[in-house]
């Protein structure tokens, strides 16, 4: 259904050069480093792929990577079904529309390590709202000790602050359905759910492929909020890829395998990405080309 | 109607649980410190607006709120223009190495920004930018751009291509066509996208951080300056955490015409 | 195969309407025979969407009622109405073929799937669709499309009426003729009471076998097409109707006699006419209106003809345009030969039969 037109390329030219104008060099210097021993200011050796050899053996770094993986996976998992949920409950228009848009979207307004800090309370079972709760109830709660609670903790955290996300694209996408579906829908007497299942999902396709995009990456490249929360702790429980790469980076101020370590950590990023978008694209559609 | 009301249960649980930490920051914003550390009050007992002073007599406060618009502004205003054409163009088009580039723009938001923290400073120090809010609002573009063409070609692809072609036909020509015609159907997107441009680089504190000083410092400084002379300074940092909600909320208020208003696709 | 009828029928979007200008939908009566083609034709604006929208169900009238076969509909829910609703861009479930897609209400209505098969195959037959049955219908051309939203609708054999919303909207202007066939063809096979709404005038009058002409939420004529174009109740009907449309100019009576720019024509005065001008208020609007077609063009002056200067000539191949200038006014004239060169005399006379008289833009006869 697409023209084939190459001249497109023009209209695209000034987004390529804006993006990448702030990508490429970074990149470049990120490979420079990456494959060199950096001894101190003048003095770098040539170690080839040394780096992304010894990255790839450390132990440590599996076990943030599969701590990692959950915790995306369980985002997803929550997150998006929870947003197209809510974002079905949202009324189209009027008053009470305006109210809860800009309700559902404080979470995402606040700074990242404000989060942190107010979960930090929040979650405490002594003088946090939350956490005071849950033990008067009968529940021993505790995310500073506990592996399983500090989990349980940051996820939660981060349900809250970033499912108004994909509510608010999922909300802007059945907006987007034009009133006559629904019109014709009534006429063909079709059921609530089936006028969920083959007119809103399937025109919710787009917005559900950005949504699962953007949370699967970000939630893979979370830092300030669980390290503000936990710490990455007890011990390592809560500790993910982004902290992990932190602590070699800083903690040991080594740049060359942190570079090195950035790399691969992009490249499993675009491995993981790039299958969940082709793997969407199929499940989705035979028409939009 | 009794499928209304569970709808509207839902959407009130939902919104009372989102709202509870907000209300819990609200709370520890107008106790002190003390009081935050050592009992749990659902209001302060002690009320003190001491907080907010802090923030309010600081000097660079205030500049820095307006630093943060601008840049922020000049950001989302790039963004969406820059995004337009292109999310147009991949939308209606297909051209050598269309899929590549699509997917290459996301590539873009896959490494933790922490990675671009030296080069960006490298760059922004050699061209002269260093401290400007043109700097941070280009630099932002890395992240925002890529999210604005996927989202706008993603309601753009919404839109049947017969549209456009009947449009033609009528006489429009393409620039009364996009404006007239194309962008109001695809007004809920816009809106959207402009929002989440705001919000990506409200929050960015790091990048913001790092290529500024004086003339274009940020709320960031004083988002990230909380230790105080007795320890981690909750009372502040709740405030400014409240105080950094409201240009957030401005900004969905504005566009909620744009993201809730129907698609009316009427005469052509 | 219903009859509709429309009772004091009107529609406001104020809670008290209190002026012409209120409402969407000024009172209406009307009844449309069972089986009938009626097009809805007017401007953006006139309200036929809206009267459409009444009629399917879709919007609840402030005033009056809508009977099916003697039965008050006017508060039924679409659902109950046994009417189909094409669009005007194609309304399909994209992630169903088009056999499912067809088969869609037919479910939902707790058919057999055998009876289902059956209507399916036999809907598509008279679409012309069976050989895309097994395709998935979001890949299929808009005109297709369009077809099965249609389809859609006839496939309940129990449905009294379709309605169309300006359909051929987004279709290929060479794909439109064909539509418009095929609907002619559902039309005498299906025997379906068939409501079109279009701003298009082609459309309407090779469509309907009557057209319903709307203008600012009111109903100034309904007729065949034969009957709106030689005899149009309404200003508004002889301007819109046509290509180009009715000539209309002020005029005075005078002695008995029609007079325009002051000069003496040779119309017989209608007898109404004479009496609504002499004992009709000053403020009254009087207009004589004669169509194109039937403007006569003579190179020299003859008894009670006008004179008028050639502004504009045009060889449209079939015909000739002329553009005469009357004194301030302008007059459109159709002719077989060429009339002159632009910027020559010309002499215009109107013949009684066909020149009407309107007041108020209302025909007096």
Redesign the interface.
């Known amino acids: 259904m697409k023209t084939y037109n190459n001249k497109a390329w023009w209209l695209i030219f000034p987004v390529i050069l804006s993006v990448a104008f702030s990508a490429i060099m970074p990149l470049m210097t990120v490979v420079n480093y990456s494959v060199q021993d950096i001894l101190g200011p003048d003095q770098a050796v040539f170690v080839g792929m040394e780096w992304f050899r010894a990255v790839m053996r450390d132990s440590d770094l599996h076990g943030a990577l599969f701590r990692q993986l959950i915790f995306s996976i369980a985002v997803l998992v929550i997150q998006i079904p929870l947003g197209i949920g809510v974002a079905l409950t949202m009324p189209a228009q009027g008053w009470r529309a305006s109210l809860s848009l800009v309700l559902v979207a404080l979470p995402l307004l606040i700074p990242w390590n404000v989060v942190g800090t107010i979960w930090q309370i929040f979650a405490r079972g002594d003088i946090g709202l939350l956490g005071n709760t849950i033990n008067n109830v009968g529940i021993s709660y505790n995310y500073t000790g506990d592996s399983f609670d500090a989990w349980i903790t940051v996820l939660v955290m981060d349900i809250w602050h970033w499912t108004p996300l994909v509510v608010l694209l999922c909300y802007a996408g059945l907006r987007a359905i034009p009133d006559a579906y629904y019109q014709a829908a009534r006429i063909d007497g079709a059921s609530r759910f089936a006028v969920f299942r083959f007119i809103q999902l399937p025109k919710l396709r787009n917005v559900l492929m950005i949504a699962v995009l953007l949370r699967f990456m970000d939630s893979f490249m979370i830092y300030t909020e669980p390290f503000v929360l936990t710490g990455g702790g007890p011990g390592n429980a809560t500790t993910f890829l982004s902290q992990y790469l932190t602590q070699k980076a800083v903690g040991q101020f080594d740049l060359g395998p942190a570079a090195a370590f950035s790399l691969i950590y992009f490249l499993i990023i675009l491995l993981f990405s790039f299958i969940l978008y082709n793997w969407m694209q199929r499940v989705g559609t035979g028409d939009q080309a | 109607m009794m499928r209304k009301n569970i709808s509207r249960l839902i959407l009130v649980c939902f919104l009372t649980g989102s709202l509870l930490p907000i209300y819990w920051m609200l709370n520890m914003s107008l106790k002190t410190n003390e009081e935050i550390i050592g009992v749990m009050t659902m209001w302060p007992t002690h009320l003190t607006f001491n907080n907010y002073l802090t923030i309010f007599t600081d000097e660079s406060w205030y500049s820095g709120y307006i630093n943060s618009i601008i840049y922020v502004a000049l950001n989302m205003v790039m963004s969406v223009t820059l995004a337009l054409p292109a999310a147009y163009a991949f939308s209606r088009y297909s051209f050598l190495g269309d899929k590549h580039v699509f997917f290459w723009l996301l590539t873009n938001r896959m490494t933790p920004p922490a990675v671009f923290l030296l080069p960006f400073f490298q760059l922004y120090s050699t061209v002269g930018m260093m401290d400007t809010h043109l700097a941070v609002a280009l630099a932002h573009l890395l992240f925002n751009v890529p999210l604005a063409v996927w989202i706008l070609e993603g309601f753009m692809s919404g839109i049947p291509k017969e549209i456009d072609e009947t449009a033609y036909i009528d006489g429009y020509s393409f620039p009364k066509f996009f404006v007239k015609i194309f962008l109001p159907l695809i007004k809920s997107g816009i809106g959207v996208t402009a929002f989440f441009c705001f919000m990506f680089s409200w929050v960015e504190l790091l990048l913001a951080r790092t290529l500024t000083s004086v003339n274009a410092k940020p709320i960031a400084a004083t988002m990230t300056r909380t230790v105080s002379a007795a320890g981690m300074d909750w009372g502040v940092l709740a405030a400014a955490g409240t105080l950094t909600i409201v240009p957030g909320a401005l900004v969905i208020w504005f566009v909620r015409h744009y993201i809730a208003k129907g698609f009316a696709m009427g005469r052509v | 195969m219903a009859r509709i009828e429309l009772v004091n029928l009107a529609h406001s979007y104020k809670a008290h309407p209190t002026s012409p200008s209120d409402y969407a939908l000024l009172p209406m009566t009307m009844t449309w025979d069972d089986g009938g083609a009626y097009a809805l034709l007017g401007p953006?604006g006139c309200g036929k969407t809206t009267l459409l929208n009444i009629i399917?169900g879709?919007v609840i009238p402030s005033e009056g009622q809508v009977l099916f076969d003697g039965k008050d509909v006017t508060r039924l829910?679409?659902?109950a109405r046994n009417?189909?609703?094409v669009?005007?861009?194609?309304?399909i479930?994209?992630?169903?073929t088009v056999r499912e897609n067809l088969a869609?209400?037919l479910k939902?209505?707790g058919w057999k799937t055998a009876d289902i098969t059956k209507r399916v195959d036999q809907i598509a037959e008279i679409l012309e669709l069976t050989s895309d049955l097994k395709h998935?219908a979001?890949?299929l051309t808009?005109d297709a499309k369009q077809k099965i939203?249609l389809g859609?609708?006839l496939v309940r054999p129990d449905v009294a009426a379709v309605l169309f919303d300006?359909p051929l909207?987004?279709?290929?202007?060479h794909l439109k003729w064909l539509l418009r066939r095929k609907l002619k063809e559902i039309h005498h096979e299906l025997k379906l009471s068939l409501i079109y709404v279009t701003h298009d005038q082609v459309e309407a009058l090779t469509f309907a076998d009557q057209v319903v002409v709307m203008t600012q939420g009111e109903v100034v004529q309904v007729g065949s097409a034969q009957v709106l174009f030689e005899e149009p109740e309404h200003t508004f009907v002889g301007y819109f109707i046509g290509n180009p449309g009715m000539n209309l100019l002020p005029c005075s009576v005078s002695q008995n006699k029609v007079r325009i720019n002051g000069l003496e024509t040779s119309l017989s005065v209608p007898e109404n006419f004479l009496h609504a001008v002499n004992n009709g208020s000053a403020n009254n609007v009087i207009k004589l209106g004669i169509r194109p077609e039937f403007v006569e063009c003579h190179a020299t002056s003859i008894a009670n003809s006008l004179p008028a200067q050639l502004s504009m000539v045009r060889n449209m191949g079939t015909h000739w345009l002329a553009s005469c200038q009357l004194g301030e006014h302008k007059v459109a004239a159709k002719l077989r030969h060429e009339p002159g060169k632009v910027g020559s005399p010309i002499w215009l006379s109107f013949s009684s039969e066909r020149t009407l008289f309107y007041v108020n833009d209302k025909r007096v006869r």
Request: hydrophobic share 30%.
């Open positions: 953006s399917s879709l829910p679409t659902e009417i189909a609703q669009f005007q861009f194609p309304v479930y994209d992630t169903m869609f209400p939902n209505r998935r979001s890949g808009a939203s859609r609708g300006e909207t987004v279709i290929d202007p």
